[in-house]
């Protein structure tokens, strides 16, 4: 080791320029210290010291860019990782890595468009056109975190959307109805299967409750709403528009709670 560090002493010594660059490289100055050993060459392209010295500071370089553009795409920068990349393509152009780098760049500046496309759209309440552009970017990457949700928002809302047309075309449909004193579950297993609905009875309502109602070629919306109003009850979608949840009143619940 002390004939190497001798003879490195000497090289350095005998080559001019060459102990300087070595000491910018030392210093962290990667790209000054490849610029003088790029200027020797020049002057003594033969000579094995600079060679080895611009070898090595070439690498640890080039190196230290693709790990940085490494870093920046796993954080999704993609503009500052293609400069990265780009960096290391003005060294070495056929340098596969950081061509790969840069496709990747275009791909992540692909699917922010697509996805600030689709937030656009689904500002504007144009879904179609959103779940568009949020499939193209699931097509190239199934398991983007936010394109998952966006598609799931988008799919919650067309059900909301669609549940009170549905609704409305069961309420719609004629029924007669002639109860006396019969109970509410067996009230609205008829409702039930006129309609095609489901009712769940919370579990505060006695479905043997006793009801009593003539009503003929009315509404099931009217025969509901007078089901409701006449015991002290009321209604909430469940979902999709195929269930009806009867339970009491709020204020009652509350007024009851406070006893």
Partial sequence: MLLA?????????????????????????????LAVFERLLTQAPRNPEVRSAWLRTREHLLSSRLAEADRLLANTQAKRAELACQSVLAIAPSHERAREGLRTCDTLVRHAGWLADAHAAMASGDTMRARQQLQALVSENPVHPEALALLETIAAREAADAMPARLSAAMRKPITLEFRDGTLRQIFDVIARVSGLNFVFDREVRSDQKATIYLKDTSIEAAVHYLL??????????????VLFIRPPLPSRRNTSRR
Avoid: I, K
Wanted: aromatic residues 0%; negative net charge; hydrophobic residues 40%.
């Fill in 5 to 33: 560090t001798a003879g490195m002493l000497c090289a350095c010594a005998g080559t001019p320029g060459l102990r300087e660059g070595e000491a910018m490289v030392a210093r962290g100055e990667l790209e000054a210290g």
């Fill in 229 to 242: 109003l006449t015991n002290q009850l009321e209604q909430r979608v469940l979902d999709a528009g195929t």
